[in-house]
């Protein structure tokens, strides 16, 4: 059986991935998985969160108008935080630096490829409140998959790890695969490879994303699709420009 048939077709539960803002995932929305499925289960949600104040009193000093609602005042403080000149939106460094504060230092590597990911449509270079509040619920998320799987919690994800955490959310990754995917994070001592919460964000929305670009094209959930080759490039160039 192929690498996507084993993931279309899997009998075991597999809750789905954490969402990512992409054309197959609507942006403002909360995790759920509430039935067995290797897809995202969304509700969408109103992004209008209301009108800032013009100061004092504990409320908002500048329009942040999009914060969806019930959004956590911790998220909304982190975009405020960066976000030095009023302007409503932040750039990769600004975004790297709100990451940092609130989980640990993150590659821009990393950084570049979830403002891919959840990238405003109006500014590909920055992102506003509303993406920044789906980020910052999706790497909730991938915290908590990294926590749980993290056997021997040292802080490290193996490669025997990582392949059990992306099987419980529906990615059936060979072997083969993986070793490539975490070559990357060779440090050349010999020892075995572990990666960090930064790197194990990197390889997960990387499967992901791919493999939901894939089932784009596999309306069947045959495990094959075709492809001609401009198709296969806006497809992978994104992911593989980010990983490089």
Not at 88 to 117: C, K, P, W
Request: proline letters at 5%; glycine letters at 10%; a negative charge.
């Amino acid at each position: 059986m192929s690498f996507f048939s084993k993931i279309f077709h899997s009998s075991s539960f597999s809750p789905s991935a954490p969402s990512l803002r992409e054309s197959y995932d609507q942006p403002g929305q909360t995790y759920r998985a509430s039935h067995p499925s290797n897809y995202s289960h969304q509700q969408q949600q109103q992004s209008y969160y209301g009108q800032g104040t013009s100061g004092g009193g504990g409320g908002y000093s500048y329009g942040y108008s999009w914060f969806p609602p019930g959004t956590s005042p911790d998220i909304i403080r982190s975009f405020e935080m960066v976000d030095r000149d009023r302007s409503g939106f932040i750039d990769e460094n600004e975004l790297q630096q709100a990451l940092s504060s609130g989980y640990q230092r993150f590659h821009i590597r990393t950084v570049r490829l979830l403002m891919f990911l959840f990238r405003n449509p109006h500014d590909p270079r920055r992102i506003g409140p509303k993406e920044f509040a789906a980020l910052w619920t999706c790497l909730g998320q991938w915290r908590g998959i990294y926590e749980r799987y993290d056997k021997d919690k040292n802080g490290k994800i193996d490669l025997f790890e990582l392949r059990d955490a992306l099987y419980s959310i529906g990615l059936a990754t060979p072997s083969s695969v993986l070793q490539v995917l975490i070559s990357k994070y060779d440090d050349g001592s010999g020892r075995m490879i572990e990666l960090d919460f930064d790197s194990f964000v990197e390889c997960g929305v990387i499967l992901k994303g791919l493999t939901e670009k894939f089932k784009e094209k596999d309306e069947s959930y045959t495990g094959t699709a075709s492809f001609n080759y401009d198709e296969f490039m806006a497809m992978a160039i994104p992911f593989l420009a980010s990983y490089n």
